[in-house]
């Protein structure tokens, strides 16, 4: 796109023609300016972003743009004030649209601005030709799920009312004379009866009638959504015609309900794994709470006992020792002062603060590195995953078809004697539905990953994790050169208590000889390779240094206790461990066998009640059908929140 040549004329006074100039100099789109005594020339590629700056400066100011030499005058007077009317699409809360008010209300290009609440309407006044676009981007800053749309007449209170609520209003109006003529006919037990009741079935069910119906054009014949109408269509056959209603209403009402919980569940995994977003500032002996996304460089953060350097920089003032273990991998504390250089994910583990003047962005720090690492880790089915998944890919034809078979043909064998069996069909339909613990196990296996987090365990493989349960075999490569701590030994010792074979690759100064560990002193890496060889079983192997990193991709999971020193290492790692504490290599352990624990009792939960059910639905044909629905609900609420118990 090229630049024109414009040029603003009946400049007033100096002040005005140096102010406008210092104006325009701002601006990135313009160039080539040249001041005359009473006008400015200069070249850009929007004239029209620039006439509200022209404008607030002097009103009586002519633009003109300069064509072979010919100059066609711009008018202000044409760019009249026009009211805009806005609404807004998925808007959860109205916090974010008060925002975007108070936004523009301090900008110029915009007047009268007012939002109605009882309307959801935004109103203002403006002569600017893109006001959409402007507010879009504007709002996308605030929350980009909110979408604005422009209304292009005014809109009272009553359009909003009908355009909201008529269709629903005229629905309930048929329903309740529906409902109304459906009552009255019980008595006389016609065939308008369960006709009028599979009509209000099919006016309380529309959502999940449109559902189905979208269900079975996409080939999908077995769909929760199917399945319950036709479950529910049954329960009407069989006479069971205000429970059955009730049902319905349950079952539509569980959705919020079970997405409510689904959110609060992730809403904790979220808050588990959340990153650290806000800071110290300290300016002129001040200290200010700043979001780190806003730090600049050159900026100081304090960074006080017990916290992390958030943002790599060096000292401005200040002497503290730092844990260092997650960038250099060595357990010693490193004294630091006024010049020396820190980097994010170093521990302040003294006891004064120390004030770090920033030399990179919040977005390239260590930090971020941590959630790249999890956010592009491939994704892979846990096997608990997949056992849950197959085990519902059997069991819900298995039930459909026995609820088919006990709905329709045996009625059609012999109705006098198993005409009741369609309300048990209908039970049966509605318990086919995807096992409730087929969710949760994914749920828990987030849950997990979030857990491990938090414990400083970054988790670069979602199947890493669970497959660390199927491990035969522990490897504990020790670090090189270095004496055997206490600390080691009481992880040897927690270790070899876990029902797998234990086998240590000392490295160290001193040979070690222990009779409950398989030992091995001193052995170069193909000897490694070759001993792994001939291990029993699926094979955990615990390394750090570049030197492992054949040993690291040759086991079935391999945990780096490095922390992120070696870019390699950690890349041929299934597990990182950024803490220095050697408890960790434990607690990877340990959370792993909790997370499948908790995936397997969900299953098994799950499956006990649903065999329970069954056995009182043939025992007890007459069983209310909403306790079925409601007994599900609160399964499916209630191992999805047991799915998060880990954290």
């Known amino acids: ?41 200069f070249h850009c590629l929007d004239i029209d972003a620039l006439l509200s700056l022209i404008q607030s400066i002097n009103k009586d100011l002519v633009v003109k743009e300069v064509i072979d030499g010919k100059k066609r005058e711009y008018d202000f007077a044409k760019k009249k004030d026009r009211q805009y009317y806005f609404m ?199 200290e200010e709470k700043v979001s780190l996304y806003d730090v600049e460089i050159g900026d100081i953060l304090v960074v006080k006992p017990g916290e992390t350097v958030s943002i790599p920089g060096t000292i401005h003032k200040g002497v503290s020792a730092m844990s260092t273990y997650s960038n250099t991998s060595t357990y010693e504390p490193v004294v630091v002062k006024e010049g020396s250089h820190v980097r994010s994910g170093d521990v302040n583990v003294g006891d004064m603060p120390i004030y770090v003047q920033v030399d990179e962005t919040y977005e390239s720090s260590n930090y971020m590195n941590l959630m790249n690492i999890a956010s592009v880790a491939p994704v892979y089915e846990s096997k608990v995953e997949k056992y849950t998944k197959r085990l519902a890919q059997f069991y819900t034809p298995v039930m459909t078809v026995l609820g088919l078979l006990l709905g329709i043909v045996l009625p059609l064998v012999n109705f006098e004697d198993y005409g009741a069996y369609i309300h048990v069909g209908a039970i049966f339909l509605v318990i086919s539905g995807a096992l409730s613990s087929d969710q949760a196990t994914s749920l828990g296996m987030l849950a997990g990953f979030a857990k491990a987090f938090q414990n400083g365990i970054i988790v670069e493989s979602s199947m890493g994790l669970d497959s660390v349960n199927a491990a035969q075999t522990i490897v504990y490569d020790r670090f090189d050169g270095v004496e055997v701590t206490n600390e080691e030994l009481n992880l040897f010792k927690k270790l070899s208590h876990m029902g797998r074979t234990l086998v240590i690759y000392n490295d160290g100064p001193v040979a070690l000889e222990d009779d409950q560990y398989m030992i091995y002193n001193n052995l170069t890496n193909e000897e490694k390779m070759e001993k792994m060889d001939s291990l029993t079983g699926p094979v955990v192997y615990i390394g750090d240094t570049f030197k492992d990193i ?98």
Request: net charge neutral; charged share 20%.
């Open 1 to 41: 796109m090229t630049k024109k040549t414009f040029e603003i004329s009946h400049i007033q006074s100096v002040e005005e023609l140096n102010h406008l100039s210092l104006k325009l100099n701002e601006k990135e789109q313009v160039s080539h300016i040249k001041v005359n005594k009473d006008s400015i020339v």
């Open 88 to 286: 807004f699409k998925n808007m959860i809360t109205e916090d974010d649209i008060y925002v975007l008010v108070e936004r523009i209300e301090k900008d110029h290009r915009y007047q009268n601005v007012r939002y109605d609440a009882q309307n959801k309407l935004l109103l203002l006044t403006s002569n600017q030709r893109d006001v959409l676009s402007l507010l879009r981007k504007e709002l996308f800053k605030i929350n980009p799920s909110v979408e604005i749309i422009e209304h292009h007449r005014p809109i009272r209170s009553q359009d909003v009312f009908n355009e909201k609520y008529l269709h629903t209003y005229i629905r309930v109006g048929i329903l309740l004379v529906v409902i109304a003529l459906a009552l009255v006919t019980s008595k006389d037990h016609t065939w308008m009866t369960p006709v009028l009741w599979l009509v209000t079935v099919i006016l309380l069910g529309t959502p999940l009638l449109k559902k189905a119906w979208g269900d079975i054009l996409s080939k999908k014949f077995l769909s929760e959504s199917l399945i319950i109408f036709i479950a529910m269509v049954f329960g009407i056959v069989s006479g069971a015609y205000i429970e059955t209603c009730f049902a319905l209403i349950l079952y539509e009402l569980s959705t919020p309900f079970l997405n409510k919980v689904l959110e609060r569940s992730l809403l904790k995994i979220d808050n588990a794994v959340e990153m650290p977003e806000t800071g110290i500032k300290w300016k002129d002996d001040t």
């Open 550 to 647: 054949e040993l690291l991709q040759k086991s079935y999971v391999g945990i780096s206790r490095g922390g992120l020193a070696d870019p390699k290492v950690v890349e041929n790692s299934d597990i990182v461990l950024i803490d220095a504490n050697l408890n960790r290599v434990y607690e990877t352990f340990v959370i792993a066998r909790h997370m499948r624990t908790i995936a397997v009792m969900n299953n098994i939960l799950t499956v006990v009640v649903k065999i329970a059910m069954l056995i009182v639905a043939l025992s007890w044909t007459a069983i209310p059908l909403w306790i079925i629905v409601l007994i599900e609900i609160l399964l499916k609420a209630f191992v999805m929140r047991n799915s998060t118990c880990i954290l």
